[in-house]
C-alpha cells in the first residue's frame, strides 16, 4: 500500500521539478531588476505591477494562487515517514513468517533468518534493496520540494526587507 501511494505524486514532483529548473535559469535575471526596483517604487501602478510579476513568480513556486505551499499531490512528510516506517519492518524480517513463539519471545531477526531457506532470504534482500532505491528518489523529491519552499521563504523575507527601507 505504501508502495502504490508514490507513482502519482513522484511524477507530480518530477513535472515541479522540471518547472523549477526552468525558472531557476530565468529567474536570476528577471528578479534581480524585480527585487531591486521594489525600493524605487512610487506610483500605485508601478506597485501593482511589481505585485503582479511577484505574486506569478509566488504562484509557480507554491504551486496555487493561495499564499501557501499546495504539497497535497507531490512528495511531503507523509511519504517520508511511510517510507521510513517500511525500511524499519523489511529490517525487522516483515516479509516472512515469524512463528508465534519467535514473536512472543521476540527473538530478533537476524536469529529468525537461520531458519529461512536462501533462496527466500536473497529474494527477500533484492526487494528489500529495490525499496531502498524508491525511497532514496522519495527523500529527492522531498529535498526539492524543501528547497523550493525555503527559496520562497527567503524571497518573502528579502522582498518585506526591502519594503521596509
Known amino acids: 500500500q505504501v508502495l502504490e501511494e508514490l507513482p502519482i505524486p513522484l511524477q507530480n514532483n518530477i513535472k515541479y521539478a522540471e518547472i523549477l529548473l526552468s525558472l531557476q535559469q530565468a529567474f536570476v535575471k528577471e528578479s534581480t531588476m ?46 517520508m515517514n511511510h ?41 527477500g534482500e533484492e526487494i528489500t534493496k529495490d525499496i531502498i532505491v524508491i525511497k532514496k528518489g522519495v527523500e529527492q523529491a522531498y529535498n526539492v520540494n524543501m528547497r523550493a519552499l525555503n527559496w520562497v521563504i527567503f524571497l518573502y523575507s528579502y522582498i518585506k526587507w526591502v519594503s521596509s527601507k
Open 83 to 123: 517510507m521510513k516506517g517500511l525500511i524499519q519492518s523489511l529490517e525487522k524480517g516483515y516479509l516472512f513468517y515469524h512463528n508465534v513463539e519467535e514473536e512472543l519471545d521476540r527473538i530478533p531477526f537476524e536469529r529468525v533468518k537461520l531458519r529461512i531457506h536462501p533462496e527466500k532470504l536473497a529474494k
Open 34 to 79: 524585480l527585487l531591486n526596483s521594489i525600493p524605487k517604487l512610487q506610483t500605485l501602478e508601478e506597485k501593482k505591477k511589481c505585485n503582479d510579476q511577484l505574486s506569478a513568480l509566488f504562484q509557480t513556486l507554491l504551486r496555487n494562487k493561495e499564499f501557501f505551499f499546495n504539497f497535497s499531490d507531490i512528495i511531503y512528510e507523509s511519504h
